[in-house]
């Protein structure tokens, strides 16, 4: 669609989402009052509110009332909720407990730089861990990372990670996650997967397959998790 032939408030939701996306307005900043909002981009209150309430269903503002909007900050709690789809049989979301095994830099296979928009040999930050429900592994994830947008990126490993993945990108980086795509195979547990996930080799797996975006809709983001459905099961609400 031509530009300029989009709705006036999904055109001023894009403004304002490269603002976010440019550092402009940081994690936690106050965005300017409406009525001041709209006359600096020449539109209608009316409009405004509607390219506002957009971005507050991306979770991307978070308005209080007699206090103002401000842009949303990434938390492990709003991370789980959002990006989180695990669930047990009995229908309970559990707070994941996660153990980076490995993490290492080295150059993009062409497979991995196609996922990632990247050339074939840029760096790539690669790490594996392992996420427990009740004390019991569940979950195996690989991540991979262009390594120009996470300078220096390094985890402790075997050590529990005290914060979500998604909070470090955001705090640490300056990257907020603002969308992801799955896709979900069946897959049989190989003999490495399966004793580090405690299942016996050729134990059905779920695997799925992610590719998560920046505010600007730059892939930043690939991850391989590997579940473990015995007792759990992924869940997604579709609207």
């Not at 050590?159 to 990108?169: F, G, H, K």
């Not at 590997?226 to 099961?233: C, K, P, Y």
Request: with cysteine.
């Amino acid at each position: 669609m031509n530009p300029a032939r989009r709705p006036l408030y999904a055109q001023t939701e894009e403004i304002l989402t490269r603002r976010i996306a440019e550092g402009t307005w940081p994690p936690g900043a106050l965005i300017p009052a409406e009525a001041e909002l709209a006359v600096e981009l020449g539109v209608s209150p009316g409009t405004l509110r509607k390219a506002l309430a957009a971005l507050e269903r991306r979770r991307l503002i978070e308005r209080h009332q007699g206090r103002g909007t401000y842009v949303a900050a990434h938390t492990s709690e709003r991370a789980l909720f959002h990006f989180f789809r695990v669930f047990d049989v009995e229908g309970r979301k559990h707070t994941p407990t996660s153990f980076v095994l490995d993490c290492r830099t080295g150059p993009a296979t062409p497979e991995e730089a196609a996922a990632l928009a990247l050339d074939q040999g840029d760096a790539v930050h690669r790490v594996e861990r392992i996420r427990a429900l009740a004390g019991e592994p569940v979950i195996l994830e690989r991540i991979l990372l262009p390594a120009m947008r996470f300078p220096g990126f390094a985890l402790p490993l075997l050590r529990e990670m005290e914060d979500e993945l998604y909070v470090l990108y955001q705090r640490d980086y300056g990257v907020t996650i603002g969308r992801a795509e799955e896709w979900l195979a069946a897959i049989g547990a190989s003999e490495t997967q399966a004793a580090k996930l405690r299942v016996w080799p050729g134990a059905p797996l779920l695997e799925i397959s992610r590719v998560a975006y920046d505010l600007a809709d730059r892939p930043v983001e690939r991850r391989l998790t590997l579940l473990d459905s015995r007792l759990h099961r992924y869940h997604a609400t579709l609207d």
